[in-house]
C-alpha cells in the first residue's frame, strides 16, 4: 500500500469534578495514556476544569475567566505536549479586560502556543445560559498547521452550523476537532439529542471528507442557581468520525473513554479533490448566506 502521511487522532472523555487541579490531572493522565498507544492530536473537552457552570447566571462565575498569557493550565499543556511530542487543544474561559470568551489556545507538539480560536456562536437557553458569560468569538473560523495536521478547532454550539466546518476546511483543514459539554435537558429531561448531535457531525465530515473528533463529558452535575438546583447528566458519547461520515470509535454515556483512530491524510486529500464538493462550489450563488431572514442583507 501506498504510504501517506499518517496521523493518529484521540478524543478523551471523563466526568469532572468542580476543583480545577483534579480535573487538570485527570487530563494530563489521561493525555499521557493516550499517547502511550500512538496518539499524536489528543482532544480534551470543553471548559474541563470544572462544572460546566452555565446552567446558572451567578457573577460570581466569572472569577473562574483567567487571561489567555500566562494562563496556568495552558502552561502546563504546553510542557506536556513539549514532553510527549503531542498537540493538545486547550479549551478555557478567557478574560479579555472586561471581555469574556469561550475559547481554545492550540498547543503544538513542540509546547508552541499556536494561537486561539473563540466560540463564535453562543447559546442562551435553559441549562446552557453561555451568553450571560461569553461575548460572540471575533477570531473568525480559523486553522492551525500543527506538526502533524492542519486542523480546525471549534467548540460545542458551533458544532451545529455546517458553515463552520465549510469554512474550515476551505482554509485547510484536514481534522475538525469540536470540544463539548452537551447532554440533559432541564426543563425536558425526555429530550435526548445525542444521536441528532452525533448525525449533525458526521454530516461536517461527509461533506467535507475530512475526519471529525468531538469529545464530550460524562457524569451529573448540579448547580446551584438564582431559581434553585439544576442538574445536567453529560451523556459523553465521544467519536471519531472518517472523511465520508462513518464512525470509527465511539464512546458510551457513562465510562471514561480514550478514543483512537489513525489516518491517512494523503489518501483522504487525494480522494477529497477526486469527489469534486469543492471543484462545484457556486459561492456566487450563496449571498442568501449572508442574510439573517433570507432575504434582506444585514448592514
Known amino acids: 500500500m501506498e504510504k501517506g502521511r499518517k496521523v493518529v487522532v484521540s478524543a478523551l472523555q471523563f466526568s469532572c469534578t468542580d476543583d480545577v487541579s483534579t480535573n487538570v490531572a485527570t487530563a494530563e493522565r489521561l493525555v499521557r495514556a493516550a499517547h502511550a498507544k500512538g496518539a499524536n492530536i489528543i482532544l480534551i473537552q470543553e471548559l474541563f476544569e ?96 500543527t506538526k502533524f495536521a492542519t486542523i480546525g478547532i471549534a467548540i460545542c ?12 476546511v476551505l482554509q485547510g483543514a484536514e481534522i475538525l476537532f469540536y470540544p463539548t459539554a452537551i447532554g440533559s435537558e432541564p426543563q425536558d429531561q425526555g429530550l435526548d439529542s445525542r444521536d441528532h448531535w452525533k448525525r449533525v457531525m458526521q454530516g461536517h465530515a461527509g461533506a467535507n471528507l475530512v475526519p471529525l473528533v468531538a469529545s464530550n463529558r460524562i457524569g451529573k452535575e448540579i448547580i446551584e442557581t438564582e431559581h434553585g438546583k439544576s442538574e445536567i447528566t453529560f451523556y459523553g458519547n465521544s467519536f471519531i468520525a472518517g472523511p465520508t461520515g462513518e464512525i470509527i470509535s465511539a464512546a458510551d454515556d457513562k465510562e471514561e473513554a480514550l478514543l483512537l483512530a489513525e489516518f491517512d491524510l494523503d489518501k483522504i486529500k487525494s480522494k477529497r479533490k477526486s469527489w469534486g464538493v469543492f471543484r462545484d462550489r457556486r459561492p456566487e450563488l450563496y449571498k442568501v448566506l449572508l442574510t439573517l431572514d433570507g432575504n434582506s442583507p444585514t448592514l
Open 50 to 145: 470544572g462544572y460546566y457552570f452555565c446552567q446558572a447566571q451567578r457573577e460570581d462565575y466569572f472569577q473562574r475567566a483567567k487571561p489567555y498569557k500566562g494562563h496556568p493550565t495552558i502552561l502546563r499543556m504546553q510542557k506536556l505536549a513539549k514532553e510527549l511530542g503531542v498537540v493538545i487543544p486547550v479549551s478555557f474561559f478567557e478574560e479579555a479586560n472586561n471581555a469574556h470568551y469561550n475559547s481554545v489556545a492550540v498547543v503544538d507538539a513542540d509546547g508552541t502556543d499556536l494561537g486561539l480560536y473563540r466560540k463564535s456562536h453562543i447559546p442562551d437557553g435553559p441549562g446552557y445560559q453561555e451568553k450571560f458569560y461569553f461575548n460572540p468569538g471575533d477570531t473568525g473560523f480559523k486553522v492551525f498547521q
Open 157 to 168: 454550539w458551533d458544532q451545529w452550523f455546517p458553515e463552520a466546518a465549510r469554512a474550515m
